[in-house]
């Protein structure tokens, strides 16, 4: 079925609002929540969408794959180069209408999420039998279509830690001009200063257009409570409590697809083709002077190989890059044995030393209502001003940076998120109903994330078969080593301190609950440190920002991966520019520094192929 409402014909894109939904008593309304979003055409953006090919050529310059963050950043910069003809590759379909809404329920465990899970842990995520999961983007845009759109760069300790392990040319000094060539942040002057912040890159950058008063007086709490608050944690206060800039534009989401990959819609040497899983990278030659000479995929239930006559680009992602290389051949022989695949190239850090950011929430209520902010008159608001509740994440677009007593601090290792007062699905849409019509007075729920930002644990990624459309295996080894549970444990005590704050008890009365946490309760006396360390383990949540699965290193580094300039050892036409190639996690959301990653690779091909830099 297609449409022109908007002046052009497309189809109808799946899948629908309503899969965020759990239970018949939101379909009516949903429904037609997913109806209007989808005709107005400001937000659904049809007339921008690619186009895409359903038969490739024969063969390309480049071929990009994974549409993700990294991937959709590379590929549209590739775009600019006239001469050059280059193919996006994606797994999955175009990015739904209804995530443009940032308030909305994010699209995981539905048809653009690869929903994987780790195999079983030891020592966390208990309360679902030690099985972690880990939401992926599958869709044109990736993870960037439902994740939490929070701008966090990281702080020049984290790159100096990349220096120190030899990546000489990726300090802060060395990034924070990528950084800038991305960014169009609005807020330059009024929020954010021109010496840290871009104005001109398509990858728009601002705080959302609500927020929640709550948000504002955590602000206030954080000061009683003796730390900063900060305008711009990406700029020299990077320590402190504030509600984050994101990555949205006129009140709707931006995806790294339709900031980067869109603008190039019409360009004649752009194709790009989705639902085309990638199975092998191909690669000729010996020794450690191999070269990728092109990619083979499946689209329809067709096998296509096409050839690339400069490079091949991996953007799949810190899980599937080092699943498409060990599919390909490359990676430790004894790996490649055990699922019956013949080395093509000996890489020993292919899938070692994955880390995730992994978090704890402590949970309270405040004296308000729950109620739903989805109706009527909030939808009106937004779909003529792009303003109101739906125009943000709630109480998820507040964060905080600082350091424990195990770090210095200009090193901060924790950072708290937080959730409430965000749009949960609505039954009805007449304003002020209770969020649960049988518990009409039932109070709001706040929640505080409490991450360790500098996790020790590592875990790995490798193959569960031979069959590339099978999972990888994934092993995360949360909690292995025991300071990360201790670091945790010590943002808890922030946050209670937080809550304790003169304005947060005087005026929202925030009330902990207190839950069993399986048998922690029964073990351990509430609120024990030993309470709270069982607790963390029962009730783990990983953050998804999984790194570092192929990193960048001196070739002598076992885990290493690609050098600094992004090529793969002993393949230089094959790079990475994904967050896999990450060294050590940043403190913060990894988004922003995927960008900057691929950013880079684009600048180093310009250079090695005598293209001028747009950096």
Not at 168 to 181: G, I, N, Q, R
Not at 208 to 225: G, R, V, Y
Not at 297 to 312: Q, S
Not at 377 to 404: D, N
Request: hydrophobic share 35%.
């Amino acid at each position: 079925m297609s449409f022109q409402a908007c002046g052009c014909e497309t189809s109808w894109v799946n899948p629908s609002i309503t899969v965020t939904c759990s239970g018949n008593q939101y379909v009516v309304f949903m429904t037609l929540v997913d109806m209007l979003i989808r005709y107005a055409c400001k937000i659904s953006d049809p007339c921008g969408r690619i186009i895409p090919k359903t038969q490739p050529a024969a063969q390309y310059d480049f071929i990009v794959i994974g549409a993700g963050s990294g991937g959709s950043t590379i590929a549209g910069r590739l775009a600019e180069v006239n001469e050059w003809n280059t193919l996006l590759l994606e797994a999955g379909m175009d990015e739904p209408p209804a995530t443009q809404i940032p308030a909305v329920p994010a699209f995981t465990n539905t048809l653009i999420d690869w929903n994987f899970t780790t195999q079983q842990e030891s020592g966390a995520c208990l309360s679902s039998n030690g099985i972690c999961s880990w939401p992926r983007g599958k869709v044109l845009g990736g993870s960037s279509v439902f994740n939490g759109m929070m701008y966090m760069r990281g702080t020049p300790a984290d790159y100096q830690r990349w220096v120190d392990a030899g990546n000489t040319e990726w300090s802060y000094d060395d990034l924070l001009p990528v950084f800038k060539a991305s960014e169009g942040n609005r807020q330059v002057g009024s929020l954010v200063d021109e010496k840290y912040h871009g104005t001109k890159g398509p990858f728009t950058i601002q705080q959302f257009n609500s927020h929640p008063k709550l948000a504002e007086d955590i602000l206030i709490a954080a000061n009683q409570s003796g730390w900063p608050v900060s305008n711009d944690l990406n700029g020299d206060q990077f320590v402190g409590f504030a509600i984050a800039q994101t990555n949205n534009r006129d009140g709707a989401r931006l995806s790294l697809a339709k900031a980067f990959v869109r603008p190039h819609k019409n360009n004649d040497n752009f194709d790009v083709m989705i639902n085309s899983t990638v199975t092998k990278i191909l690669i000729e030659g010996d020794g450690d002077n191999k070269r990728a000479y092109g990619v083979e995929f499946v689209y329809n239930g067709t096998t296509y190989t096409v050839n690339a006559t400069k490079e091949v680009i991996l953007a799949a992602g810190a899980v599937q890059t080092p699943q498409i290389l060990l599919l390909s051949g490359i990676g430790p022989k004894e790996e490649l044995d055990a699922v019956n695949i013949e080395q093509v190239h000996n890489l020993t850090g292919v899938g070692k030393g994955i880390k995730n950011h992994v978090s704890f929430s402590i949970v309270g209520t405040i004296n308000e209502t729950d109620v739903v902010d989805l109706n009527d008159e909030s939808l009106a608001q937004y779909l003529s001003k792009g303003t109101g509740p739906l125009s943000g994440t709630g109480m998820s677009q507040l964060t905080a940076r600082i350091p424990s007593n195990y770090t210095s601090p200009d090193d901060p290792d924790i950072q708290l998120f937080f959730s409430g007062m965000s749009n949960t699905c609505a039954y009805s849409g007449l304003p002020g109903l209770p969020t649960d019509p049988e518990d009409p007075s039932a109070l709001r729920v706040l929640s505080i994330a409490c991450v360790n930002l500098h996790p020790k644990s590592s875990g790995q990624i490798s193959l569960l078969s031979n069959n590339p459309l099978d999972p990888p295996k994934i092993v995360a080894n949360y909690f292995n080593h025991s300071d990360d549970i201790k670091v945790v444990l010590a943002g808890v005590r922030i946050a209670q301190k937080l809550m304790q704050s003169k304005i947060m008890q005087e005026k929202y009365n925030f009330t902990l609950q207190q839950y069993d946490y399986g048998n922690c309760s029964s073990l351990y006396e509430f609120d024990t440190d030993d309470f709270w360390e069982c607790a963390i383990r029962y009730d783990t949540y990983p953050e998804n920002h999984q790194s570092a699965s192929c990193k960048i290193a001196p070739q002598s580094n076992e885990e290493a991966c690609v050098n600094q300039r992004l090529q793969v050892y002993g393949i230089s036409n094959l790079r990475i520019t994904d967050a896999s190639v990450i060294y050590t996690p940043t403190s913060g959301n990894i988004q922003a520094i995927i960008v900057a990653i691929a950013e880079r690779a684009s600048q180093f091909i310009r250079e090695d192929y005598g293209i001028d830099s747009q950096i």
